[in-house]
């Protein structure tokens, strides 16, 4: 399958575009590997460039290749110009180096379409003011590449272009041509079919679907001694869940990255929104031209790069930008200088953490450097030898060093940067590089005089709540959720601990009415994006939310603080009048509420039409000037119903990105409905800035004149509420690996099941459905059942709330596949070693599942579709088994018997079981007395560094253990019970401290 294409290019990104199936492009991640070498001095070589090859190329094992292992993933080098090669491999001549920008285009492979590519390119460098030196043919040799490769491998041109005599370009060298040629490669990039990997007069990348071995001999000019260069940065792709290609090989234009951006889906949108404010005095021309700064198809690396290369060219040192997009954890620092917090904070106001598990290395060509993200989850080390070499990478051992010429060495700390300036000639220290960029502009003095802070707004009334019973069924609340959910939160100021899971009908299949909530679910932070602890790293977590407009980006002035800080994204009832009744006064804080509600006779129709009228009324809202939007459904009554919080949020969101309106608002949701931190995090997930659970609030007061209670009184119990709601958000943030709610909010980090495209495509734009789903007729009557129950005559004095059922079984809640009886079965069945009656508990399961309360009840085996086949052509089970093998379940997770039973099924099959990272017992390689093996065939070993490492072991007596470069026998590691054979050099870890184990082994289990 060709891998080389996406939208509207054949040379960009793969083919799959659009879902196909469960299968969806947008499902990437990456686990790399980084590097880069560099001489401090500056000084030009081409063994500058050998070194960086050999790290790249002992980065290899950080790589992936496909089914063929000569098609790579991808592998790149971004270097200096090799301007005395230029010079003399052109048939054109060149100006003075740093007065031309070049860059490899990776265009159309068909000759007519590379053509007409190729003039259109052409009038755009002539329409930007610049001059067309040439286009070289760039050399390759495409037998070193594999055969996926090969087949959607692009054309190589090389362009060249430099400022045009009697104009404002003439005579422009460096960043001021880098911004023209900018232009010209966006402008390419949209108009045409065309890739630039880089186009810039100070650096040039050669990348491509590649393995690390390959890069070098696939591109000759890599191997000639007259490419020069004082520093290198290289990459090793390992990318997962989807197709490489030639594109998304690493370094872009400025970084390469090892990690993911959880955050990326909030990150593109708000800068598309910013588009509108966008305005430099740096860049030429109007900028609309160049839109969209960020590529919504383009992997999350590519539009951190592309957001940094904005900010970069916008005016800020390369450092300064990094340290917008990744700031390192300053909201809950007391000991930081005062000054740097206020850098930071300034920054704040500005742009949002693009958040997640990071290692970006970056440069300009001149200055050279790596930041972590805040939690420094991503592994680097680097060392400087008494020669000027500087060498950074993902791991020790990339390059063989003299340890006596070692002056420096150490890791990447997170919060903390490490640059290389080659024009000074020396690290530049984290503490200068912060000092300086703090004292740029009076931030502490912006600050003080802009930014807003709740606990300072004048107190004001709230609004009652009235009818409070009624409110509750017209938003389905349950004597369950009062007593299971809302009581501990407002008692205890925690969230209630319940187990994971459920065994209820997903929303789309229950025949209850569900809250919109119900339909979605946060993904999950998986193997190489590991999660936070909330608990022990508060330090780098942050609940603190903003209200109001957005400024320019790109413009550093006092009047983007003009914005409200609210410690964290739930307030209450008088929080919120007070912030309403601030913005009577304060043109930054003008509010302007929505009545979320609709005529509910009218269904799905009546929704959908309300959502769109309500988009035209916020767009108004906003063009007279506000800044604040209160989404409320209060207005609900007897012939208006409520619409869902979340789908009302989402709507005005994205009608907002679209529109481009976005960063003039701050969205702040009063929300009845809301009252379980899952909801919280949903509409924070889809742009709410802030929310009130007021309806929440409301019946949590109600429990305390009950005395349900005990001794907690009303305003406490608010109080406790408003806490558990913050540290529940904070809880499920940390899952996916996220550490501020300001990156959180919009960045929809979840998935829909049983959403149909309608709905998706409007309120939750880019939201995974993989299944389809209900459209508003069914949410319309989902609201309307619930309404219908709360307004219909009823002559009892005293209304009752639905008992429930979701969280525990009742006889009249939802239906649960644990039921009493199935639950039952099962333990009798246990307790009495009766198969039959295991068997009944299977097949009241299996018909529970049938009665569609599962997504695989919904499946059928189609009858007659073909002729069975026969018995004696099928591999037989005892075959079969011997492939199966346990999941890396550690001792500890599991107990001990357990641990050891699974060891024993598989040992018995023929399979084999995984030890996890806690090991095991030497005692269980002993056969027991009946002959059973409690010993685990896949050993994990947990790294020091990062990740795990596990492979078959076999015969007991004949183990390798290969070893860092430099360890000694007996430095630890070792295996209990097995001897150790001597070292083999393999990843160069020795200079860690710790030691990498990768145990392998032949023979016989």
């Not at 970084?255 to 708000?270: D, L, P, Q, S, Y």
């Not at 407002?490 to 009908?505: C, F, H, L, V």
Request: aromatic letters at 6%; charged letters at 25%.
């Amino acid at each position: 399958m060709p891998a080389g294409q996406v939208r509207r290019s054949s040379v960009r990104t793969n083919p799959e575009t659009t879902s196909q199936g469960l299968y969806d492009p947008a499902f990437e991640h990456d686990a790399c590997g980084v590097g880069f070498v560099a001489d401090l001095t500056g000084r030009r070589s081409h063994d500058i460039v050998e070194k960086a090859l050999t790290v790249l190329r002992n980065l290899d094992h950080r790589g992936a290749s496909g089914a063929d292992p000569d098609d790579g993933d991808g592998a790149g080098i971004l270097t200096q110009i090799p301007h005395e090669l230029y010079t003399e491999v052109c048939d054109f001549t060149l100006p003075q180096a740093g007065a031309y920008a070049t860059g490899i285009g990776f265009l159309p492979a068909d000759a007519a379409e590379r053509a007409a590519a190729v003039e259109r390119i052409n009038a755009i460098v002539a329409e930007e003011g610049l001059t067309l030196l040439g286009w070289r043919e760039l050399p390759f040799e495409p037998q070193y590449s594999g055969p996926a490769a090969r087949q959607a491998m692009p054309y190589f041109g090389q362009l060249f272009i430099t400022g045009t005599p009697g104009t404002a370009t003439e005579g422009l060298t460096g960043i001021e041509l880098e911004r023209h040629a900018y232009c010209v490669r966006k402008r390419a990039e949209h108009e045409s079919d065309v890739y630039f990997p880089s186009l810039s007069p100070r650096t040039i990348a050669y990348k491509g679907m590649l393995t690390t071995p390959q890069l070098e001999p696939f591109f000759p000019d890599l191997s000639d001694r007259r490419y020069a260069s004082g520093l290198a940065l290289v990459h090793s792709r390992f990318s997962t869940n989807t197709f490489p290609s030639w594109p998304l090989a690493h370094p872009f234009r400025y970084v390469a990255h090892n990690g993911e951006i959880n955050t990326v889906k909030g990150n593109r949108n708000m800068m598309r929104a910013r588009e509108a404010k966008l305005a430099s005095d740096l860049i030429p021309g109007e900028l609309d031209r160049i839109f969209p700064i960020v590529d919504p198809d383009d992997s999350d690396t590519a539009s951190f790069d592309d957001a940094l290369e904005l900010l970069h060219l916008g005016g800020r040192s390369l450092p300064h930008a990094v340290l917008m997009m990744i700031p390192e954890p300053w909201e809950n620092h007391t000991e930081m200088d005062p000054a740097v917090r206020a850098f930071y904070e300034y920054h704040s106001t500005l742009m949002e953490p693009w958040d997640g598990p990071a290692s970006v290395s970056f440069t300009d060509g001149t200055v050279v450097g790596a930041v972590l993200d805040r939690n420094g989850l991503r592994p680097g080390r680097y060392w400087v030898t008494e020669d000027g070499l500087v060498v950074l990478a993902s791991e020790a051992g990339v390059l063989d060093i003299d340890p006596a010429a070692v002056v420096r060495k150490g890791r990447l700390q997170p919060g903390r940067i490490f640059v290389v300036d080659t024009a000074q000639g020396r690290i530049v220290e984290d503490e200068e590089i912060k000092a300086e960029l703090a004292a740029q502009h009076p931030y502490q003095e912006w600050i003080d005089t802009g930014v807003l802070r709740l606990a300072d707004l004048p107190d004001a009334q709230p609004a009652p709540v009235t009818e409070l019973q009624r409110a509750q069924q017209v938003f389905g609340y349950t004597e369950e959720e009062l007593r299971v959910i809302l009581t501990p939160m407002a008692r205890t100021g925690a969230e209630p601990i319940g187990s994971m899971g459920t065994d209820t009908p997903v929303a789309a299949l229950s025949e209850r009415s569900r809250q919109l909530f119900d339909y979605f679910s946060q993904n999950f932070a998986q193997v190489t994006n590991p999660p936070l602890d909330a608990i022990r790293e508060e330090m780098v977590t942050s609940l603190a939310t903003l209200l109001g407009a957005e400024h320019n980006i790109l413009d550093a002035a006092p009047g983007s603080t003009q914005r409200l800080v609210l410690p964290t994204p739930v307030v209450d009832q008088a929080e919120l009048a007070a912030i309403v009744a601030a913005g009577q006064d304060n043109p930054a804080l003008k509010p302007f509420t929505v009545d979320g509600t609709y005529p509910v006779e009218g269904g799905g129709d009546a929704l959908s039409a309300r959502l769109e009228q309500i988009n035209t009324e916020v767009s108004a809202a906003i063009a007279d000037g506000a800044h604040i939007l209160v989404l409320s459904d209060r207005g609900a009554d007897a012939d208006r119903a409520p619409i869902p919080s979340l789908l009302l949020t989402g709507s005005v969101h994205h009608h907002l990105v679209r529109e481009k309106t976005r960063t003039e608002v701050g969205l702040l949701i009063e929300a009845a409905d809301v009252r379980e931190c899952h909801h919280v995090a949903l509409l924070i997930g889809y742009g709410a800035s802030a929310v009130s659970p007021y309806l929440a609030l409301a019946t949590v007061r109600d429990l305390v004149e009950r005395g349900s209670l005990g001794g907690v009184d009303a305003d406490q119990a608010v109080r406790n509420t408003v806490k558990a709601f913050g540290k529940g958000v904070l809880k499920i943030m940390s899952k996916i690996g996220v550490s501020t709610v300001s990156s959180y909010t919009g960045a929809q980090i979840f998935e829909a099941l049983g959403l149909g495209a309608e709905v998706i495509d409007r309120c939750f734009t880019g939201t995974t459905s993989r299944l389809g789903g209900v459209g508003f007729d069914v949410l319309a009557e989902e609201v309307a059942i619930r309404h219908r129950s709360a307004h219909t005559p009823n002559p009892s004095a005293h209304r009752r709330l639905e008992v429930g059922g979701e969280y525990q079984w009742r006889r009249e809640g939802e239906p649960h596949l644990f039921s009493p009886e199935t639950v039952f079965k099962l333990q009798h069945s246990t307790r009495t070693r009766r198969y039959e009656i295991f068997k009944e508990y299977t097949s009241q399961i299996d018909d529970q599942s049938q009665k569609l309360m599962t997504l695989r009840g919904l499946l059928r085996f189609k009858d007659g579709v073909r002729e069975p086949v026969p018995v004696d052509e099928v591999e037989p089970v005892s075959e079969i088994v011997k492939r199966f093998s346990t999941g890396a379940m550690s001792y500890g997770s599991i107990s001990a018997e357990a641990h050891q039973t699974l060891a024993i099924a598989m040992n018995r099959l023929g399979g084999k079981s995984n030890t996890g990272e806690g090991g095991e017992d030497p005692d269980r390689f002993t056969p027991d007395a009946n002959g059973d093996l409690r010993r685990s065939s896949i050993k994990q070993v947990a790294s020091g560094r990062f990740g795990v490492t596990s492979h078959y072991l076999t015969n007991a007596d004949d183990i390798q253990i290969k070893m860092a470069q430099g360890a000694k026998p007996g430095e630890g590691g070792q295996l209990p019970g097995h001897k150790v054979y001597p070292w083999v050099a393999q990843t160069g870890l020795g200079a860690l401290g710790h030691l990498d184990l990768d145990v392998v082994g032949v023979g016989e289990v």
